[in-house]
């Protein structure tokens, strides 16, 4: 009798567990995305929104574990600062290398993972006085530029849908830039290959 109670609920442990297996998207796969970047520039003390996108490209070879590789555009943003006497004009861009780690959900359409890796993030930001009276209008205001890199961790979550060879994905990352730390949350979508 106990033989054949531990067979059946090994049965049903595997019944439950095959379509999880099934439906998970295994092997090379390609997406993009679009969101909201958190822009951030430490010198001016500029935090604002911008609008980022990225492409993507990973590899996920087993059922929990997956890396990936990303391009991303964090987005552009003029400000005036400084009681409107600089204008101030910044953008950043980011490559990145993540491994992804993905928590047993034992729903076949749904992942839930955390990401950990390196991004090289590249600031560009320029500057330059506003011209309040015509005598400070005599020579045309000099631009000031900082462009620069940093290669640092980045990590990052998110959610993800699965529907067949497609999925949609709710993700956010946090990178550690030259001139301040930008973030994205973004709406992705990814095919598998």
Same mark, same amino acid.
């Given at each position: 009798?106990?033989?054949?109670?531990?067979?059946?609920?090994?049965?049903?442990?595997?019944?439950?567990?095959?379509?999880? @297996?099934?439906? +998970?998207?295994?092997?090379?796969? @390609?997406?993009?995305?679009?969101? &909201?970047?958190?822009?951030?520039? %430490?010198?001016?003390?500029? =935090?604002?929104?911008?609008?980022? !996108?990225?492409?993507?490209?990973? !590899? &996920?070879?087993?059922?929990?574990?997956?890396? *990936?590789? /990303?391009?991303? %555009?964090?987005?552009?943003?003029?400000?005036?600062?400084?009681? +409107?006497?600089?204008?101030?004009?910044? %953008?950043?861009?980011?490559?990145?290398?993540? @491994?992804?780690?993905? #928590?047993?959900?034992?729903?076949?359409?749904? =992942?839930?993972?955390?990401?950990?890796?390196?991004?090289?993030?590249?600031?560009?930001?320029?500057?330059?006085?506003?011209?309040?009276?015509?005598?400070?209008?005599?020579?045309?205001?000099?631009?000031?530029? =900082? +462009?620069?890199? &940093?290669?640092?961790?980045?990590? $990052?979550?998110?959610?993800?849908?699965?529907?067949?060879?497609?999925?949609? &994905?709710?993700?956010? *990352?946090?990178? /550690? $830039?030259?001139?301040?730390?930008?973030?994205?949350?973004?709406? *992705?979508?990814?095919?598998? #290959?």
């Amino acid at each position: 009798m106990k033989n054949t109670t531990r067979a059946a609920l090994l049965c049903c442990a595997l019944a439950t567990c095959g379509p999880a @297996v099934a439906g +998970d998207l295994l092997g090379i796969y @390609v997406g993009a995305g679009v969101g &909201r970047t958190d822009l951030r520039q %430490d010198n001016y003390q500029i =935090d604002a929104h911008a609008t980022g !996108w990225k492409l993507l490209a990973g !590899w &996920r070879p087993i059922s929990l574990l997956g890396v *990936e590789a /990303e391009y991303v %555009d964090l987005g552009s943003k003029g400000v005036n600062t400084f009681a +409107d006497t600089v204008h101030v004009s910044t %953008d950043a861009k980011a490559t990145a290398a993540y @491994v992804l780690g993905y #928590l047993p959900v034992p729903l076949p359409w749904l =992942d839930v993972y955390a990401k950990v890796g390196a991004a090289r993030v590249k600031a560009n930001t320029t500057s330059y006085a506003i011209c309040q009276t015509p005598l400070q209008c005599v020579a045309p205001p000099v631009p000031v530029s =900082d +462009d620069s890199s &940093r290669t640092s961790v980045a990590w $990052g979550a998110g959610l993800q849908l699965k529907t067949g060879r497609w999925a949609a &994905r709710v993700d956010y *990352e946090r990178f /550690e $830039g030259p001139q301040g730390n930008p973030s994205l949350l973004s709406a *992705e979508l990814i095919f598998n #290959l």
